[in-house]
């Protein structure tokens, strides 16, 4: 997520890129533009395709959930009925007494209600616990679920979508004839060795920690609205379609009125920019953007593990939201604001870091944040030159710690979202957690530091990172865990 902060964006230095270049459109190309492009700002060569990734280990996806969802969109009323099952393997170590369902469409973040009728575990009605103000479903298995062991879930459900984009990120709402529906479905969330975590986010971060399943979506919706999705959709009749997606951390859908869509492949992906009919510069834009991103990161990191990656302009009050294969993009950014690159590159870095390699956002936010933070920086530094990212550097992430401590307001960049005050989770999280991957770099120099990444992508791909597992990369790769930069910015603070 990219959140709505005043203090986010290096405006100064998007505005001077915007001076340097004229105008922000035609700073976009990977390679250099024939316009003069100052000796100050070389953009740098683009790596070369990054090498095939080790194949995951069959095992470690045939335990991964399969969810079957249909699901029936009445826009009229804004509410959505599906009907889902859900094959649960216990690939923990530890037989589970107890399974979660996490309804996020009736969390305050979200706004909305769902409701879940007609639960059946393994063919049986099963009487859940209602937990958390109604956001999340308790089921008692009895006997307990052994390892490898499978349990089937059935059940229907209702989703009342709100109005207004006045909740929250209005990332989940009907507005401006855009329906965003993210998890809009009963979803598992991660058992881990805290055991289930189910706790409710604040709604200024990232709300939904899972594992990797694959999903099975059809879909009924007016047959004049686009449909973009996780996954790959087909039409399979005028208003019903088909997606599939996995394996993917969630899965989100977007219904609109007013779509138009420019696509190109990159890197053998189909990369789509959907937006409003009356912004096609703002999404030609966003299109050259996402391309570009998407090619330095695979280069850098390794590949984008699926076939298609969209890019959607939605009323949400976020710059920007990540979603598996999908990114939500404000539709306040799009008629030239100055934050759109930073925003777009940003949240197509997601689709590494929270997406292919999860972590938990909720507890855990600064393994995500601030790497794709970094990475975000990394992308101007390739597109616009070294100097141009060292500005950056200076102007936004350094200055920003350095008013933290300053104002005595420092804080580990390693806490749970819920541990920071509102205004200061992404001065924290996002700026002083990058500076620590920067320091990293420089203590390793960049040839161990883009192995370390590309280490961490290949280890965690499809599974779930924590900050221990990167240290641990960290030290497979250079010999040292360089603890002590992990201790100053991630867990440290300045006073
Ligand atoms: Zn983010």
Avoid at 51 to 75: C, F, G, K, N, Q
Avoid at 328 to 338: C, N
């Amino acid at each position: 997520m990219v959140l709505n902060s005043p203090a986010f964006i290096p405006i100064r230095r998007l505005l001077v890129l915007v001076g340097v270049c004229g105008a922000l459109m035609a700073c976009l190309p990977l390679t250099p533009s024939p316009s003069p492009t100052p000796a100050t700002s070389t953009p740098r060569p683009l790596p070369t395709a990054a090498p095939m990734e080790t194949p995951v280990p069959p095992d470690a996806l045939s335990l991964a959930p399969r969810y079957a969802i249909s699901l029936t969109v009445d826009v009229a009323h804004a509410q959505v009925a599906g009907e889902q099952v859900v094959r649960y393997t216990n690939a923990e170590e530890v037989p589970l007494g107890d399974l979660y369902l996490r309804l996020f469409p009736s969390t305050p973040g979200y706004g909305g209600e769902m409701r879940v009728s007609s639960i059946r575990l393994n063919g049986k009605p099963a009487s859940p616990e209602v937990r958390l103000g109604g956001s999340a479903l308790r089921l008692l298995l009895n006997p307990p679920l052994a390892p490898l062991e499978t349990v089937t879930l059935s059940m229907a459900f209702t989703a009342a979508v709100p109005l207004t984009d006045g909740i929250d990120y209005a990332q989940f709402s009907y507005v401006r004839g855009v329906m965003a529906l993210p998890e809009v479905y009963p979803l598992i969330p991660v058992y881990d060795d805290e055991g289930w975590n189910v706790e409710v986010a604040p709604d200024y971060g990232d709300a939904v920690y899972s594992d990797v399943a694959f999903y099975q979506v059809d879909v009924t919706a007016p047959p004049t609205m686009t449909l973009v999705a996780s996954g790959t959709c087909a039409v399979r009749e005028a208003g019903r379609w088909s997606c599939q997606a996995g394996p993917v951390r969630d899965f989100a859908l977007i219904l609109g009125d007013d779509y138009q869509v420019a696509s190109q492949v990159a890197e053998g992906i189909v990369v789509n920019s959907y937006f409003y009919s009356g912004h096609r510069e703002g999404g030609e834009g966003v299109l050259k953007m996402a391309v570009n991103a998407l090619t330095l990161y695979s280069r850098l990191f390794g590949p984008y593990p699926y076939e298609e990656l969209d890019v959607v302009e939605t009323p949400t009050r976020a710059g920007g939201i990540e979603y598996p294969t999908l990114v939500v993009i404000s539709d306040r950014l799009y008629t030239g604001h100055p934050r759109l690159e930073w925003v777009v590159a940003h949240e197509v870095a997601h689709q590494w870091w929270y997406g292919v390699v999860g972590n938990d956002q909720v507890d855990e936010p600064w393994l995500d944040e601030a790497l794709t933070q970094y990475t975000t920086l990394l992308y101007h530094e390739f597109l616009y030159g070294a100097d141009a990212a060292a500005e950056i550097l200076k102007s936004d992430f350094q200055a920003t710690y350095d008013r933290l401590v300053k104002e005595g307001n420092d804080m580990p960049a390693g806490l749970p979202v819920a541990a920071y005050p509102r205004d200061l989770y992404s001065p924290v999280v996002y700026r002083k957690g990058a500076l620590y991957f920067h320091a990293l770099r420089q203590r390793v120099g960049d040839e161990a530091f883009f192995a370390i990444l590309r280490a961490y992508y290949r280890r965690h791909r499809y599974g779930i990172a924590t900050p221990d597992s990167f240290l641990a990369t960290v030290k497979t790769v250079t010999g040292s865990e360089h603890r002590d930069l992990y201790e100053r910015w991630i867990l440290g603070v300045s006073r």
